[in-house]
């Protein structure tokens, strides 16, 4: 069973910078793509960054130009470097990871770090 595990939230001001991981329990390359979603209070999950196993990124509008999705495939660990934080972004951050098995879609969530945006 895949384990992730999320570090690197906490509470910042307006306009500064968290940088997300998330923990893979063995190998990233063995996933099609690895993500991060968020849940704020009242408000359905949204994905806000994917990467491909290629390293093909896509954003949500929300978060283009701030947020960075990266990985490094030595230390099984995907990143989220946020800058330029603004209220709107507190919520709770969850990394995802998903694999296809003989064309069933496999599903892996981290348990949430929160970032909470506020001066």
């Known amino acids: 069973q895949e384990q992730l595990v999320e570090s690197g939230g906490g509470l910042v001001q307006p306009g500064g910078s968290l940088r997300l991981s998330c923990a893979a329990s063995?190998?990233?390359?063995?996933?099609?793509?690895m993500g991060w979603y968020r849940q704020a209070p009242g408000k359905q999950r949204e994905l806000v960054a994917v990467i491909s196993s290629g390293g093909s990124t896509d954003y949500n509008d929300s978060v283009k130009g701030r947020f960075t999705i990266s990985r490094d495939n030595a230390k099984n660990t995907v990143y989220l470097q946020m800058n330029r934080l603004g209220p709107d972004d507190t919520a709770v951050y969850y990394c995802?990871?998903?694999?296809?098995?003989?064309?069933?879609?496999?599903?892996?969530w981290g348990q949430g770090t929160q970032a909470t945006v506020s001066s």
């Open positions: 063995g190998s990233i390359s063995s996933f099609n793509a």
């Open positions: 995802n990871a998903h694999k296809y098995v003989f064309g069933v879609r496999y599903d892996y």
